[in-house]
């Protein structure tokens, strides 16, 4: 971007200024540490000049909005369009109250549901499993059958609102549900929006949650996809997520790469299923993190929006612009809450949320405040979707397009996260012998993912403890005074209650029809056909969440993680 005469003066004043005004205060007065990093542990510089951008070509690295490689974003107006998505996770007890929720949250203007569902329902059982004792409701909503979809968005008009759901294991039956519910009321299929989670890969390598093993949990998730893309085309049926990789103590590099290459392996399952990537790669959704380190965050966001246009141009065949777009969901870092001074948590979401903003983020979620120590009360949410329409609406951060963009440091960021990133994924795919998606599932298998977010946690916390990396509150700045807020009680009846009505419902439903639903979806798993329409099927009938998962349990078997030690 600049010609080498251009370079040469810079060079020289730059060893002026050194020289001349940095050298004296240095002497002087020094500076508070001897090495500056990211929350990742990515050293930064004290200056960055054109130097440290020399080698970027505008048109090929940066271009303009809404143009490959997409790095200043997938919209030529960006937020001056519209704003982002704001969503806030909800869920909690019973369907009742989180449609009280629910309610509550659009009425102080979110633009988006955001459905989080209790332990049980996560792992495919049913409240009056023995499994769930003590579960039922606890850290998000229970949904055990069709009813309790219906009361969930009861007085909501599924047309109109975007939902997003926090599902993985169980994905194929919450979807189902969705769209029982949508043909129950006479809402076209196609109307739906919204966005599944459904990212099983990122549950092995970082979540832990499954139901089957990786290659038939694969198989739901493309299952899904071939069927969400033909019968709810509005509907996004996977949000691969980076969120869970970085909230278990990933880096922000292995946060990126080991995510784009989960989205790689779906892409290259769903080629293997005949599907057309220009049909079905739109439909493709992103879902990460944004930490402490604001300039790290923008940075990983712009990188992989230009990995991501080039990689799948190049290696998969991609024409279509919507097929390169990169767009993803953020939610601000839950693992960056800490229990003790819990107000601080507002500062820290702040931080978070604006860098998401300014990475170019098409959703947005805020943790609250009191996350830390239960389920957010009312008063927390509210403070945090404030906290995005204070930015929305205040700030100007939503006026300029990519406002970063250009900023010596940042793009030096950008393109050290994207090397690095790269360096990841292309480990992977040898790992795979060419294929994306088996070198994933032999990282799997042989714990490489396992031990590598490992390493970087444990670096974390020992930086912590040494006093190296600062958490305000923490290890600095403490205060003897408890600091508690109030927080939100579940109901103490909830499983009663849940066990109640999941009684009632199996009282009154066909049990001959849920049986035979029951039976084609098995032939179905057997045939290995897409089961969706088997699924969508028996939760008509009322089948529980845990008698259709036990059916791919029987097929599949269960999974035992085994990690090797490196």
């Known amino acids: 971007m600049f010609d080498e005469d251009d370079l040469a003066a810079i060079r020289e004043s730059r060893d002026d200024w050194e020289s001349e005004t940095l050298d004296p205060v240095l002497d002087e007065h020094g500076e508070r540490k001897?090495?500056?990093?990211?929350?990742?542990?990515?050293?930064?510089?004290?200056?960055?000049?054109?130097?440290?951008?020399?080698?970027?070509?505008?048109?090929?690295?940066?271009?303009?909005?809404?143009?490959?490689?997409?790095?200043?974003?997938?919209?030529?107006?960006?937020?001056?369009?519209?704003?982002?998505?704001?969503?806030?996770?909800?869920?909690?007890?019973?369907?009742?109250?989180t449609n009280e929720r629910f309610h509550y949250l659009i009425e102080e203007g979110q633009t988006g549901l955001s459905t989080a569902f209790d332990m049980p329902t996560l792992m495919g059982l049913d409240s009056d499993d023995p499994m769930s004792d003590g579960e039922v409701g606890q850290e998000g909503v229970a949904v055990d059958t069709l009813r309790d979809m219906e009361i969930l968005f009861d007085g909501i008009d599924v047309a109109d609102v975007s939902t997003s759901f926090t599902i993985n294991p169980s994905t194929p039956v919450v979807y189902a549900m969705y769209v029982a519910l949508a043909d129950q009321r006479g809402v076209p299929r196609e109307e739906l929006r919204g966005t599944l989670q459904n990212d099983m890969l990122k549950e092995f390598i970082a979540q832990k949650e499954w139901v089957v093993p990786p290659e038939p949990s694969l198989k739901?998730?493309?299952?899904?996809?071939?069927?969400?893309?033909?019968?709810?085309?509005?509907?996004?049926?996977?949000?691969?997520?980076?969120?869970?990789?970085?909230?278990?103590?990933?880096?922000?590099?292995?946060?990126l790469a080991f995510t784009l290459a989960d989205g790689f392996a779906y892409v290259e399952d769903c080629l293997d299923r005949g599907m057309d990537v220009d049909e079905f790669a739109p439909a493709l959704s992103f879902f990460f993190n944004s930490h402490n380190a604001i300039f790290e965050e923008v940075a990983k966001f712009r990188a992989a929006r230009r990995i991501y246009a080039t990689v799948m141009e190049e290696w998969y065949d991609a024409e279509r612009p919507e097929s390169r777009q990169l767009k993803f969901h953020t939610q601000t870092a839950g693992q960056s809450l800490t229990a003790q001074q819990p107000l601080n948590n507002v500062?820290?979401?702040?931080?978070?949320?604006?860098?998401?903003?300014?990475?170019?983020?098409?959703?947005?979620?805020?943790?609250?405040?009191?996350?830390?120590?239960?389920?957010?009360?009312?008063?927390?949410?509210?403070?945090?979707?404030?906290?995005?329409?204070?930015?929305?609406?205040?700030?100007?951060?939503?006026?300029?397009?990519d406002p970063l963009g250009g900023s010596f440091a940042v793009e030096s960021l950008t393109?050290?996260?994207?090397?690095?990133?790269?360096?990841?994924?292309?480990?992977?795919?040898?790992?795979?012998?060419?294929?994306?998606?088996?070198?994933?599932?032999?990282?799997?298998?042989?714990?490489?993912?396992?031990?590598?977010?490992?390493?970087?946690?444990?670096?974390?916390?020992?930086?912590?403890?040494?006093?190296?990396?600062v958490v305000v509150g923490v290890n600095k700045y403490e205060m003897e005074d408890d600091t508690s807020p109030d927080i939100l009680q579940v109901e103490k009846d909830v499983q009663e209650r849940q066990l109640d009505r999941l009684a009632d419902v199996k009282a009154e439903r066909d049990d001959d029809a849920v049986e035979a639903a029951l039976e084609d979806l098995r032939e179905s798993v057997e045939a290995g056909g897409n089961v969706i329409p088997e699924?969508?099927?028996?939760?008509?009938?009322?089948?529980?969440?845990?008698?259709?998962?036990?059916?791919?349990?029987?097929?599949?078997?269960?999974?035992?993680?085994t990690v090797g030690m490196a």
Do not use: C
């Open 34 to 97: 001897d090495r500056f990093a990211t929350v990742s542990n990515l050293e930064v510089d004290r200056l960055y000049t054109p130097e440290d951008v020399a080698d970027l070509d505008y048109e090929e690295d940066l271009g303009f909005p809404g143009e490959p490689p997409y790095t200043r974003g997938v919209y030529p107006t960006m937020y001056r369009g519209r704003p982002w998505t704001m969503r806030q996770f909800a869920g909690f007890g019973t369907a009742e109250s």
């Open 220 to 255: 739901l998730v493309t299952d899904v996809i071939e069927y969400s893309v033909a019968e709810t085309p509005q509907f996004k049926p996977v949000s691969i997520s980076g969120y869970h990789i970085r909230e278990a103590g990933s880096t922000a590099v292995q946060e």
């Open 347 to 401: 500062v820290r979401t702040t931080i978070q949320a604006l860098a998401g903003v300014l990475g170019g983020t098409q959703s947005l979620h805020t943790n609250s405040y009191d996350e830390a120590l239960a389920l957010p009360s009312e008063d927390a949410v509210r403070v945090a979707l404030r906290t995005q329409q204070i930015i929305a609406e205040e700030s100007g951060a939503a006026d300029i397009v």
């Open 415 to 469: 393109e050290e996260v994207e090397s690095e990133a790269m360096a990841y994924i292309e480990e992977i795919r040898e790992m795979g012998d060419g294929s994306v998606r088996d070198g994933v599932l032999a990282g799997i298998e042989s714990g490489y993912f396992q031990r590598e977010i490992q390493d970087s946690a444990y670096e974390y916390q020992e930086r912590v403890e040494n006093e190296e990396e």
């Open 535 to 561: 699924v969508v099927a028996a939760v008509k009938t009322y089948a529980t969440m845990g008698e259709i998962m036990g059916v791919f349990e029987d097929a599949h078997g269960a999974y035992r993680e």
